[in-house]
């Protein structure tokens, strides 16, 4: 069980590969507490009802798992797909983890903050493309 004086987090840039990203999170959840991911695998999950399309509305996600809360951030174009995921195992849930596009708005960077112990925390994933885009956002 974790401290919340010591996090677990682990860093991997997955390759989209979905299986991994599953396997991880069922395998690991006694392990890590927070998981950022690089790269995530955005796939079709399933159909949801829809009032305009009698086959539905796709849904399209990282996978999902009932021990995690999954925070991406929604891009402002839809066909992008997210760079950048933190999957927080559900004991960390006391801590209000937030998603803060209000510091950095970048669809590479994800930065996350908590509130423990009288003090505010910010961890912060980051995905370097091959033209360093998120690394040259923060440079400015």
Not at 25 to 39: A, G, N, R
Not at 67 to 74: I, K, L, M, N, R
Not at 107 to 130: A, K, P, Q, W
């Amino acid at each position: 069980m974790c401290s919340t004086t010591k996090l677990r987090i682990y860093s991997q840039n997955i390759r989209k590969n979905y299986a991994l990203v599953d396997t991880f999170l069922e395998s690991q959840k006694d392990h890590y507490d927070i998981f950022f991911v690089q790269e995530p695998p955005w796939n079709f999950i399933h159909y949801a009802p829809s009032t305009i399309s009698l086959e539905g509305d796709k849904v399209v996600g990282a996978p999902i798992h009932p021990d995690w809360t999954q925070v991406v951030q929604v891009l402002r174009d839809s066909e992008d797909v997210p760079r950048v995921i933190a999957f927080i195992y559900s004991r960390l849930s006391r801590l209000k983890f937030s998603l803060r596009r209000d510091v950095v708005d970048h669809h590479d960077i994800l930065l996350l903050s908590f509130f423990n112990r009288g003090e505010y925390h910010f961890l912060m994933n980051v995905y370097s493309d091959d033209r360093h885009s998120a690394v040259k956002f923060m440079l400015d």
